[in-house]
């Protein structure tokens, strides 16, 4: 499977923000880019986390074109592509339970729902 560990690094994102609150049902998206490839890895439209496999997740590139992946990816998929296009050193350093954990820290009593 291509990108297998972006792909699995995407499910635990989804997971550790549906743990913390911060995403409840098909909401929220996450994606990560794999700077030698150029490829992201993306969480594809209407799944809940809790079901979610890496092999659930899209591989697209910064023009959004599918290259591997049997679900449709994103509807936010312009947007993620977009910040990837203007910011080349958003990559693996950034992973998403990382960024997570510091945004919930910061923002998660303001943004839960009760």
Known sequence: ???QSLREQVVEAGLEANRQGIVHGTAGNFSIRDVASGLIA????GMPYGSMTAADVVIVD?????H??????SSETPMHTMIMRAHPEI???FTPT???RRLSARFAPTCRQS
């Open 91 to 93: 990559g693996p350093s």
């Open 68 to 73: 591997d992946g049997h679900r449709k990816p």
């Open 42 to 45: 993306i969480s594809p439209t």
């Open 62 to 66: 910064t023009d959004c074109r599918i």
């Open 98 to 100: 990382r960024i997570i």
């Open 1 to 3: 499977m291509l990108l």
